[in-house]
């Protein structure tokens, strides 16, 4: 089989593992960059000469100005909320890439907004803890057929077009939820406005992608969320709205799948979950508000506290084979730096039963209880290695048991949010 020059990064846990610095890292190398799932729901910090930079839907190779980087057909776009993102980058980062936009991209519009807010509220004591950007009912809208795509709001006829489906938008949140709907003239005008913005950036993504990777350009994908938040392989129902494992890169950027030739899994050295579900693994103590204090735990675009807790190698062997993973890239092993002890979730018990992949429903997932390993912990302050020699044994140990039980090998660890503070182990990509 013919080897192309692409690359997919995936989160391989619950989101919030660091994808965002390693597509910055890679970026360095790479021609293009393609996000193929998720909206601005996603927040992806990345740290480079002492400065902090946030990206929601663009991706992050952004910041990078030899890199095109492009929002696939997978994805679904806030025009408004893209724009502002866009526009402060401009304004703070002078040296910045190309940005493109899939033509098929779905639209998130302001009822989106309104129903996500609504359901999220109905749900009650039940909520699956939503951003409440518009994502899952833009999604409801694409899989439904009532969605508007970018491509759609250029066409002659498209105000006819779009006042059909809100004011169907409009009897439903009323019906359902005694909502009022936002004014249609307001939404289309300011639609309008936002989409003049970037008209000139709208392309057919699959085809403009299949013509760069046969010329040879190196191609990075990259994900949003986590393996264990797809909406089919995830802990469902508390998922996300797309599927953001590394098997949607297809169809999520219009390209045939033989065009993927590597995916390397991007894992924190321990667990975080932001919202409701099964933790198997969660710390509960003041060992596990170290980690988030020392970790910076706290979502980049809402502030929310993550959850915390040990490594889950049973949640990530299952997302290694979701997802196909090559290798994992292993980030924040810093903030494990010293523990005295150091747990690894080996398997679970439910009602007496050993478990060695997550179950389907959300029931069983909360009943499940994390069996561990134990292995000594470091307390050397590791920031500043630059090789995987120079770590303490007892880290180079916990890396060598990650590897072991899921029967992978780690391509490399990063000690720090900075491009700098980045060990490989082998040539990825």
């Not at 938040?229 to 033989?258: E, M, Q, R, W």
């Not at 292993?330 to 979730?345: A, F, M, Q, Y």
């Not at 391509?411 to 900075?418: E, L, N, R, W």
């Amino acid at each position: 089989m013919k080897k192309y020059n692409t690359l997919v990064v995936v989160g391989s846990q619950w989101g919030d593992e660091g994808k965002g610095k390693i597509t910055d890292y890679f970026s360095q190398i790479t021609n293009l960059v393609v996000r193929y799932s998720g909206g601005d729901n996603a927040g992806h910090q990345i740290n480079f000469n002492g400065e902090k930079h946030k990206v929601r839907i663009i991706p992050s190779g952004i910041f990078n100005r030899n890199v095109v980087n492009i929002i696939g057909n997978g994805c679904v776009v806030n025009l408004e909320q893209l724009n502002e993102e866009f526009d402060m980058i401009k304004k703070t980062f002078i040296n910045h890439g190309t940005l493109l936009i899939s033509n098929r991209a779905q639209l998130v519009l302001p009822y989106h907004i309104q129903i996500d807010e609504a359901q999220e509220l109905a749900r009650g004591k039940n909520k699956i803890g939503t951003t409440k950007r518009g994502i899952g009912p833009a999604y409801q809208d694409k899989v439904s057929r009532s969605g508007i795509r970018v491509g759609d709001v250029g066409l002659p006829n498209f105000k006819e077009k779009f006042k059909k489906v809100w004011e169907y938008q409009k009897v439903f949140l009323k019906k359902m939820f005694d909502v009022e709907i936002v004014d249609f003239d307001h939404t289309y005008n300011s639609l309008i406005e936002n989409y003049k913005k970037i008209k000139e950036q709208v392309i057919d993504c699959g085809e403009y992608l299949e013509s760069a990777i046969k010329e040879g350009k190196k191609v990075l994908f990259e994900g949003a969320q986590g393996a264990m938040l797809d909406i089919d392989h995830g802990t469902y129902p508390f998922v996300t709205s797309s599927n953001c494992s590394a098997s949607n890169v297809a169809l999520g950027s219009g390209i045939s799948f033989k065009y993927i030739d590597s995916v390397l899994g991007v894992v924190k050295a321990y667990s975080t979950r932001v919202g409701a579900g099964g933790f198997p693994a969660e710390l509960l103590d003041e060992i596990g508000d170290g980690i988030r204090q020392r970790g910076n735990e706290y979502g980049s675009n809402t502030k929310r506290p993550r959850r915390v807790g040990w490594i889950d190698l049973v949640a990530l062997r299952y997302a290694i084979r979701s997802s196909a993973i090559d290798k994992i890239f292993i980030t924040l092993l810093d903030v494990l730096s010293g523990l005295d002890e150091i747990k690894l979730c080996t398997s679970y018990k439910m009602e007496d039963k050993s478990i060695s992949s997550p179950p389907p429903t959300a029931e069983e997932f909360e009943k499940c209880e994390a069996v561990y390993l134990s292995t000594p912990g470091w307390k050397e302050d590791i920031t500043n290695v630059k090789s995987f020699s120079e770590l303490p044994d007892a880290a180079k140990n916990y890396l060598k048991l990650i590897e072991k039980f899921c029967e992978i090998n780690v391509a490399g660890f990063s000690v720090g949010p900075d491009r700098k503070q980045t060990v490989l182990l082998e040539e990825i990509f």
